[in-house]
């Protein structure tokens, strides 16, 4: 079975613009999350999708938003984005709520 | 707030030795500890514990968890080089009709030959 796969890998924007990473979970997984990882904060979460419904919200301001298409794919989105905002953004699929998450190789972002 | 805290949080070790990494949680609605290992990529999926006092092993790699005490090991025997990573725990909260993990900060482990 081919893993979670996420694009682009790597991506250098300015402040202010915005971006749009995707997540491709493992085929039969309806459910998917996205995580923020930092060196300071680690790994935070930052929402959680399930049959194109998001069923929960990190810690995040609005400009963080994602959604779930009918295949599992999910995107998300930042706008206005702010140096603070370069981090390692990782995606991780699952077949449902409470099993166990594996995670894709991540985006890098890098805001300039 | 949920809240996993991991300890040590680095570790340097000689490569036979045996290492036990430590991880407690407060989860408001716990449903399952998981452990991750992460080397300069994503983090890959190790265990998934639900249940007290039942061990799960794969090769050289054991974790527990203890639900009264709310902590959860890993224990790693005849350590590698190639265990080099950081070990990362999650709590899994499953209030609110979603699914989301809560992760601790993590501990670097060094294998040194």
């Known amino acids: 079975k081919a893993g979670v796969t996420q694009t682009p890998r790597y991506l250098i924007k300015t402040r202010g613009q915005q971006v749009t990473l995707s997540c491709s979970p493992i085929?039969?997984?309806?459910?998917v999350s996205w995580y923020q990882q930092t060196p300071g904060q680690g790994l935070q979460f930052l929402f959680e999708?399930?049959?194109?419904?998001?069923?929960n919200k990190g810690n995040f301001p609005g400009r963080f938003s994602g959604r779930q298409f009918s295949n599992s794919r999910s995107e998300m989105n930042v706008s206005t984005l702010e140096l603070g905002d370069s981090a390692l953004y990782l995606c991780?699929?699952?077949?449902?709520?409470?099993?166990?998450?594996?995670f894709g190789p991540g985006t890098r972002l890098t805001v300039l | 707030e949920d809240k996993v805290v991991q300890s040590p949080l680095s570790l340097v070790v000689h490569e036979g030795d045996t290492v036990t990494l430590n991880c407690s949680y407060e989860?408001?609605?716990?449903?399952?500890l998981l452990w991750y290992k992460q080397e300069k990529k994503a983090p890959t999926f190790l265990f998934m514990l639900?249940?007290?006092?039942i061990e799960k092993k794969s090769g050289r790699l054991s974790s527990i968890l203890d639900k009264k005490e709310l902590f959860s090991i890993l224990n790693i025997t005849a350590t590698q080089t190639g265990d080099s990573a950081v070990y990362l725990c999650?709590?899994?909260?499953?209030?609110?009709?979603?699914?989301?993990?809560?992760f601790g900060k993590g501990t670097k482990l060094s294998v040194i030959p």
């Open positions: 991780a699929s699952s077949p449902g709520q409470g099993h166990e998450q594996f």
């Open positions: 085929s039969g997984h309806r459910s």
């Open positions: 999708y399930f049959s194109e419904t998001q069923r």
């Open positions: 989860v408001t609605n716990f449903r399952s």
């Open positions: 639900t249940s007290s006092g």
């Open positions: 999650a709590g899994g909260d499953s209030g609110a009709g979603s699914y989301q993990l809560t």
